[in-house]
């Protein structure tokens, strides 16, 4: 069955540090991945998604993420953190059901940023 | 110009009671979607519509009841409700013909259930 991973429940970082979620995948064909971002109250935006083609993505607010068919990963990356980047991050899979589509989300993860 | 717009933002029932949820999309997408989000923040799908046809019901209980009056609206009825309801709510739509696009997410209806 397709599932998505996030082995970081919750992840601390300081302002301006490097960061790197983790996203694990069980797809078997290829697959659609998104990450989305939801600030606390807010609703889901996107950050970002692979469809195909360059395995490195960008997105919005300086993210990015980097696809790995050998690994089935879909790390999310940002080179230096901002405050107000704390937030709850999902990445999810597009699962094909009936001739559509429906994402299926991983169980997130929790950003924390130290000033 | 809010892409896909949910009333209310928040909603306190009480116990077998009937409310409704209202979304609306103004981003020309043929499908709509509702997630339940509950209180670990895990986010599951209910429904999907498409062109104002029901393609996805996940395992809901019946007490839910979406309906689609056109492609740009998807409402979410829940009859007497319970304790377990409370979540936040989620519509979102995409664009499924000729391919698959990503969905756009509402801001979400928190209900709680007293």
């Known amino acids: 069955a397709q599932s998505v991973t996030q082995p970081d429940i919750h992840i601390t970082v300081s302002e301006g540090a490097s960061l790197e979620l983790r996203c694990n995948y069980s797809?078997?064909?290829?697959?659609?991945l998104f990450w989305y971002v939801q600030s606390p109250g807010q609703g889901l935006q996107l950050l970002l998604k692979?469809?195909?083609?360059?395995?490195l993505v960008q997105g919005i607010k300086g993210f990015e993420a980097e696809f790995k068919r050998s690994q089935s990963s879909f790390n999310l990356r940002k080179p230096s953190v901002h405050w107000s980047d704390a937030a709850e991050y999902f990445c999810?899979?597009?699962?094909?059901?009936?001739?559509?589509?429906?994402?299926?989300f991983g169980a997130g993860t929790r950003l924390a940023v130290h000033p | 110009d809010t892409a896909v717009s949910q009333t209310p933002k928040y909603l306190v029932t009480q116990m077998g009671n009937d409310k409704s949820i209202k979304c609306e999309q103004n981003?020309?997408?043929?499908?709509m979607y509702w997630y339940k989000q509950d209180s670990k923040k895990f986010l599951k799908i209910m429904f999907s519509?498409?062109?104002?046809?029901?393609?996805i019901n996940e395992t809901v209980p019946n007490r839910f009841s979406p309906k689609s009056p056109d492609k740009a609206h998807l409402n979410l009825h829940i009859n007497s409700l319970e304790l377990g309801d409370s979540a936040v709510y989620f519509c979102?739509?995409?664009?499924?013909?000729?391919?698959?696009?990503?969905?756009?997410f509402g801001q979400g209806t928190r209900l709680t259930v007293v």
């Open positions: 519509y498409n062109n104002k046809e029901l393609i």
């Open positions: 797809y078997g064909a290829t697959p659609y």
């Open positions: 692979y469809f195909s083609g360059d395995t």
């Open positions: 981003l020309g997408h043929d499908t």
């Open positions: 999810a899979v597009a699962k094909r059901s009936g001739g559509y589509n429906k994402l299926i």
């Open positions: 979102a739509s995409s664009h499924s013909g000729g391919g698959y696009t990503e969905a756009f």
